[in-house]
């Protein structure tokens, strides 16, 4: 079907002199006879004068004009046969020409403004959302890093392409466990899973593996230098019970080989109370070599195995020759001994000093006397063969089968070093490095700090049932005397490490986190659970249960003193040693055999834990990077060199003139 339209314009003619311009306007018509639509549009054609000219609004306000328009173009549909086909089919130009078309157009400039601004709305929201997608992303993967090789403890070190297990999922679980009931120090461990992710194949920092060398290696071992004639030991028999542990006993065992030679009396082979702490049966023959202890001492003192059978059949505490601690005095000068218990010996021949812990002071001393207990407790005193044995076999094993041997090893395991390199012929390989630690956790050392761990009521009540059997003077104290809040112990370095402390310690010192650690002692309180977060970011953490098969610790099973000596033999040999508790006995030997035997070339960590206290308060704001700076420093300031101080053991401080000589 054909179209018609019609066209129809009216435009005004300029008018000179500087006349005005008449509107004009322009009118189009269509319509399709094919039952699509019918258009209708006029256009204004305007322009503005001086004076003013008309107005499209006149065409509105005029309704003669409007209909006189309609009359024109309806007679003259007819002739047209084309129109504008960029109108739709509507009757909006109709509206656009009578002027109510207008606002249309405003709102649909405005809808259109509107959906532009959505648009980007929506676009910023999902670029943002993405981002923080990756960010997640990114932080998953630099946590997954971290590798919890099991819950529990066993013999595998992480290779270095070992998969890896997320930290977050770890700490999450932590929170749940019993004990502690949340997760101490979380935001920092975070942060340290992150630090140990990111520095796994960086270059730890060198002073971690030395000591300051120079200064380290001007002492010599030299207590093994003798400048007396021997003793005679006329004056009468001393008889000495120690109690405690193996450490607490080596040192009772020195005092009393120096208070022999300083009485004049005859030693008999000291015994070990059995304690119900340790419940260790053992006596001295089962620990150290005693016809080597006997021979070595021979020339210092008169020593015998037994009282002779005249002496054997006295009730010593009748007649008055038994000691006890409480007898003595704590750090006991020479001269109580020979005011006190030298007369005691002229009277009855004998003297048992019963407990002996701490009972001889570290100064006033004389030189000679101070040079003997050196030499008692870095000569004389040797593992037997059955735990030197042990003893190798455990640091061949954290060395991973490495031959080279580290400079302890021969003063520890004997021979037993040398029997490694039997049947291998060739350059020694060197092996692999390790971190050993004690961890001084244990709930003895929980129970008598009085500090609290995290674990809430329930800790407090077992903690206390704890003291009330073993510490009830400590328990009695309790009751009669307001005693530090738990906060202040700790701000004042007064509370043991915890596992949470330690490992947090260690990143922040630079150890990897593929680093061996060997942990002494293996009743932490808390038990795994405790040590689930160290094992987290440390996976490579043994113990010599897990180091030796069943059959080989089963020996030693039932013996707390002799499994004691296999933590001192590999803690010892250590190339790094840490400690969290200076005062620990183990602590105190163990570094200072390193510093006797070790050349300068053995560092120990003695972190300050006053200090560490006051950085660990600021947890939840330090940042790591500071965190690290502050642990640094203050682990740096006790590895300094120095000669004993005043007063202090030299059995942790053997650098002076009475055990050690500079060289020349």
């Not at 007898?327 to 030298?342: C, G, N, Q, R, V």
């Not at 407990?355 to 004389?380: E, K, T």
């Not at 120990?604 to 420093?633: C, G, H, M, Q, S």
């Amino acid at each position: 079907m054909a179209s018609t339209g019609v066209i129809v314009e009216d435009k005004s003619k300029e008018k000179g002199g500087g006349g005005v311009d008449e509107g004009g306007a322009e009118i189009r018509a269509s319509d399709q006879t094919n039952g699509c639509a019918s258009s209708f549009h006029a256009r204004s054609l305007s322009t503005s004068t001086s004076s003013g000219a008309t107005s499209p609004r006149s065409w509105q306000s005029s309704p003669r004009n409007l209909f006189r328009s309609l009359s024109y173009l309806s007679s003259n549909l007819s002739l047209a046969h084309s129109f504008n086909s960029s109108y739709s089919c509507s009757w909006f130009g109709v509206m656009e020409w009578l002027g109510l078309a207008t606002e249309s157009k405003q709102r649909r400039g405005k809808r259109k403004t509107l959906k532009i601004r959505y648009r980007k709305r929506i676009t910023g929201a999902v670029a943002m959302i993405g981002l923080l997608a990756c960010f997640v992303v990114m932080n998953w993967w630099m946590f997954s890093r971290i590798q919890n090789s099991s819950h529990g403890l066993r013999y595998r070190f992480l290779s270095v392409n070992s998969p890896t297990l997320p930290i977050l999922e770890e700490l999450k679980r932590l929170g749940k466990v019993k004990k502690p009931q949340k997760t101490i120090y979380a935001k920092l461990l975070a942060k340290a899973a992150h630090a140990l992710a990111e520095g796994q194949n960086k270059p730890e920092p060198r002073e971690l593996w030395e000591e300051p060398l120079v200064l380290a290696s001007s002492w010599r071992p030299c207590a093994d230098e003798r400048n007396w004639d021997p003793s005679e030991g006329n004056n009468g028999y001393i008889l000495v019970s120690a109690n405690g542990g193996i450490n607490q006993q080596r040192v009772a065992v020195c005092n009393a080989v120096a208070v022999a030679r300083l009485l004049n009396a005859t030693l008999v082979v000291p015994k070990f109370l059995y304690s119900s702490v340790w419940r260790d049966p053992s006596q001295f023959g089962d620990i150290y070599q005693e016809e080597l202890f006997i021979n070595y001492l021979k020339s210092d003192i008169h020593m015998v195995k037994e009282l002779p059978l005249e002496l054997q059949s006295l009730d010593l505490e009748a007649v008055g020759s038994v000691v006890t601690d409480t007898d003595i005095m704590k750090e006991a000068k020479p001269s109580f001994y020979l005011k006190y218990i030298l007369p005691i010996l002229h009277k009855n021949r004998v003297v048992h000093f019963v407990g002996y812990g701490n009972r001889l002071s570290s100064d006033p001393l004389p030189f000679q006397l101070q040079r003997l207990r050196c030499r008692c407790n870095f000569h004389a005193l040797q593992f037997v063969p059955k735990i030197q044995e042990a003893g190798a076999l455990l640091l061949r094993r954290m060395r991973q089968n490495g031959t080279h041997f580290g400079p302890l090893d021969r003063y520890l395991v004997g021979p037993f070093a040398e029997s490694k390199m039997k049947g291998k012929k060739g350059h020694s390989t060197k092996g692999s490095r390790y971190l050993a630690l004690h961890l001084r956790f244990e709930i003895d050392m929980a129970a008598h700090s009085l500090c609290d761990f995290g674990g809430g009521e329930e800790e407090r009540r077992e903690l206390e049932s704890y003291r009330e059997i073993h510490f009830p003077a400590l328990t009695q104290l309790k009751k009669t005397m307001k005693l530090p809040s738990s906060a202040a112990l700790r701000a004042e370095g007064l509370c043991p490490l915890m596992p949470e402390e330690t490992v947090l310690m260690l990143a922040a010192l630079g150890f990897n986190r593929k680093t061996r650690i060997f942990l002494a002692g293996a009743h932490i309180y808390g038990g795994k659970s405790r040590l689930a977060v160290f094992t987290s970011l440390y996976p490579n953490l043994v113990t010599k249960e897990n180091l030796l098969s069943l059959s080989e610790i089963e020996p030693f099973r039932n013996f707390s003193s002799q499994l004691a000596a296999l933590d001192f033999i590999v803690c010892t040999a250590a190339d790094v040693f840490a400690m969290t508790d200076s005062g620990s006995q183990l602590s105190s030997l163990v570094s200072g055999y390193r510093v006797y035997y070790g050349g300068g070339e053995m560092p120990t960590i003695r972190p300050n834990k006053r200090r560490l206290a006051d950085i660990f308060l600021k947890n939840n704001t330090i940042e790591w990077k500071v965190f690290e700076e502050r642990v640094r420093k203050a682990v740096r300031q006790t590895k300094r060199v120095r000669s004993r101080p005043i007063g202090r053991s030299v059995y942790r401080y053997p650098r002076c003139k009475q055990c050690m000589c500079t060289k020349e």
